[in-house]
């Protein structure tokens, strides 16, 4: 493979992985025992009504599990400028719970099992961004425009793929 080489040291041992940035971004974390685990950027496709946006993951289990269950389709909820929909069979790892979050943001819900798309402000909101009714696991982030989601509001079903 062609690109530049990098040496990741974790647990006193060293592991040196060719990567080619200008294909895909890559990334290792380590337990502290010396075990690396790679995991690469995942995208999704959210389909609302006749609007598809994609998101990319972040490297992280939660989201990973996401990824592994999909595809889905399902009843689609709304609160505030918030969609939301069950995505069943997902362990939520927690590993970034918080009630602060961004136009933008895809989170996991894990007591409800709910996967949500931020889009503008909800019923908790003060300022501008939206505030989730209870701490969520933020878990990705659209790379396509979320205003255009306002355009769907009152459809009843949204649908999350693998993006090819």
């Known amino acids: ?3 530049p080489n990098f040496l990741i040291w974790c647990g006193g041992t060293s592991y040196s ?3 080619n940035l200008s294909r895909k971004l890559r990334y290792f974390v380590g337990n502290g025992s010396g075990f690396v685990m790679e995991l690469e950027a995942k ?3 959210i389909s609302i009504g006749g609007i ?4 990319e993951l972040k490297p992280t289990r939660t989201a990973v599990g996401i990824y592994n269950a999909l595809p889905i389709e399902s009843t689609l909820n709304q609160w505030g400028e918030e969609f ?3 995505i ?3 362990k939520d790892h927690r590993e970034t719970a918080t009630t602060n979050v961004k136009i933008g943001d895809v989170a996991f819900w894990g007591l409800g099992g709910m996967l949500a798309v931020f889009f503008g402000r ?3 909101s003060i300022g501008e961004d ?3 009714a209870d701490r969520v696991n933020v878990v990705g982030h659209l790379v396509d425009n979320p205003e255009v989601l306002r355009q769907v509001v009152g459809a009843t079903v949204m649908k999350v793929e693998k993006a090819s």
């Open 43 to 45: 995208r999704i496709k």
């Open 122 to 124: 909800t019923p908790m």
């Open 17 to 19: 992985q060719p990567v």
């Open 130 to 132: 939206p505030v989730p």
């Open 1 to 3: 493979m062609n690109g």
């Open 84 to 86: 939301y929909c069950n």
């Open 52 to 55: 598809t946006v994609e998101a």
């Open 88 to 90: 069943p069979g997902v």
